[in-house]
């Protein structure tokens, strides 16, 4: 383990205060990362492969997008029963729900490879959907339990990188494993091989979960989470809160375009690139998702690290949306060209900052709102953005079918400057960094003290 030691007294008579961080940190987030893995795998396997579902189960476009936006949903009607359970009940029973939901869930939907069981599917996916409420505002919140401030964007970077890796392999194996066969029994076969795939992993998850997660450490690993945890915690007074944040509105109206914007292109990949490409259009489709993804992966990763070297928050956060918006516009044009090889670069340059702005809004989120429970303010943030995604699906679904996919893209685009234009004129605060200075951490330590 590592030890780090912070001296600031009191008094007199106060003693150095130890804090560590443990070995087992990375276990605990990686056992959150694979749960979150099979979570998000679920999320756009039915509508990347849109045109074999809808012959399949014979239902129209809408049924199959409904499969994606259950997933966006229950968020916001339920953010705050899930934090009070989480406050009361803690990480570990919490996560633990997660990988049990995601266990039944994906154990229903092998019951529904068959042309009759596109509800029995789509009571999966629900379940699924409620699963990933508990464990999509987890990430910057383990990340502050288990990890010290040198390492928590790049924790909370992992935990992400978990549901970027889940959609990126739905998008890559889904159209592979399920062809378009003419005849019906063949594709049910290939949705129960890769339901019960899915099933297994989500049965060795729930095991490992069990057998191997941990609350917290022993020790905090800083002074900043132990102050913490002496802060009485009430989700109702915590949003209210967050909500009078005036920076931090403006981060969550800004957010929620773009990741709401982010949810609908990953819904909506299928019907816009089939369009121009008939043969094999879902496998393209499919490539280009994983493009998408993985590309925004890796950039994740480094916009954890420039976060945590840097601390440079708002800057990083709006080169980040205004980059979105190039891409996003690349990508319009790549399509209307139909050239792949734009289409792949313009799908490259959208995936590494749209999926990348993930963890930056994350963690710029917990830096305006400090010391309100980092699973509130995410969880906002998620919330409002599923939100936005559904309502961005069914719009942009209906300029495609009414219009052509240049008009919804470009929609899409001008939507992204205005959250541009909100992320420039958001207040730079950090919270969080101001109470792990060492002159604010001795006032802190001194305001607390005189509380007992």
Known sequence: MTVRKTSFAVSEKSKPETYRVYKRRWLMIFIFAAIYFINSAHWVQYTIIADTIKKFYNVDTTMVNMTSVVYLVPYLPLILPASYLIDKKGVRFT?????????????????????????????????????????????????????????????????????????????????????????????????????????????????????????????????????????????????????????????????????????TINTLLNPILVEHFKINGAQFAGRIGVVFVASGTFSSVVFGMILDRTKKFKEVTAVVYFMSVVGMLAFTFAVISENKLFIYLSALMFGTFVSGYLVVGYETGVELTYPESEFNSSGLLIGVSSMAGVIFTFLFTYILETTSDFWANMGMAMLLMVGTVLTLFTRNVRKRQEALDPSKLKQHIEKNTEKF
Not at 103 to 118: R, T
Request: hydrophobic share 45%; net charge negative.
């Open 95 to 263: 996560l633990l729900l997660a990988a049990i939901g995601n266990f039944f869930g994906s154990w229903l939907k092998v019951f529904s490879a068959h042309p009759n069981g596109f509800y029995i599917g789509l009571t999966g996916q629900t379940i699924l959907a409620i699963s990933q409420l508990f464990i999509l505002s987890l990430p910057p919140k383990l990340a502050g339990i288990w990890f010290d401030k040198h390492q928590m964007s790049t924790a909370c970077t992992i935990g992400v990188f978990g549901t970027q890796l889940g959609i990126a392999t739905s998008f890559f194996l889904t159209p592979i494993v399920v062809q378009d066969h003419d005849n019906l029994d063949s594709i049910g076969d290939d949705l129960y091989r890769l339901f019960i795939f899915m099933a297994i992993y989500t049965t060795v998850n729930l095991i490992i979960t069990i057998l191997f997660f941990q609350e917290e450490p022993p020790t905090p690993p800083s002074e900043a989470q132990k102050l913490k945890k002496q802060e009485n915690s009430n989700p109702i007074e915590s949003f209210k809160k967050l909500l009078t944040n005036q920076p931090f509105v403006m981060l969550l109206c800004a957010y929620s375009i773009n990741i709401g914007i982010y949810n």
